[in-house]
């Protein structure tokens, strides 16, 4: 494997069992059983009830694209501009953070509400990160 040379996210005891579903290229979301309701970022606590009835819950890895943006200036040490940041709005309703791939760093070539699906970045041996791009 190459060196991965971008910043790493640092697992949490909240976040473990997300990337745990990572590494095996699952996407997974917790679930309030009590509002049964996805959340996402990860926490000890539902957002909308505050009640620790949590479990985790495998995704369909599908979405849309929900905002978008092209970096074209060198930000972060590793990140080679153009690249695209995007907001992806998950089928099971949480919106995440994360990088655009497989489509051409053009606002041509990129629009909102456009279908994407999951796709997986084996980033060292503990952390495969996920990656959208446009659905097939
Ligand atoms: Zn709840």
């Given amino acids: 494997m190459a060196e991965y040379?971008?910043?790493?996210?640092?697992?949490?005891?909240?976040t473990q069992p997300f990337w745990d579903a990572c590494a095996r290229r699952e996407l997974t979301l917790p679930f309030c059983t009590a509002c049964a309701q996805f959340f996402f970022y990860p926490r000890a606590f539902c957002p909308r009830c505050f009640g620790d009835a949590i479990e985790w819950r495998r995704c369909t890895g599908r979405g849309t694209l929900y905002t978008f943006a092209i970096q074209y200036r060198p930000q972060m040490i590793g990140f080679t501009p153009p690249y695209v940041t995007a907001i992806v709005q998950l089928e099971?309703?949480?919106?995440?953070?994360?990088?655009?791939?497989?489509?051409?760093?053009?606002?041509?070539a990129i629009r909102c509400d456009m279908p994407v699906e999951v796709t997986w970045e084996q980033a060292s041996d503990e952390i495969t990160l996920p990656l959208f791009r446009p659905a097939g």
Avoid: A, C, I, N
């Fill in 5 to 14: 040379t971008k910043p790493l996210p640092v697992p949490s005891p909240e």
């Fill in 92 to 108: 099971e309703g949480p919106r995440m953070m994360t990088t655009l791939v497989g489509v051409t760093p053009s606002p041509e």
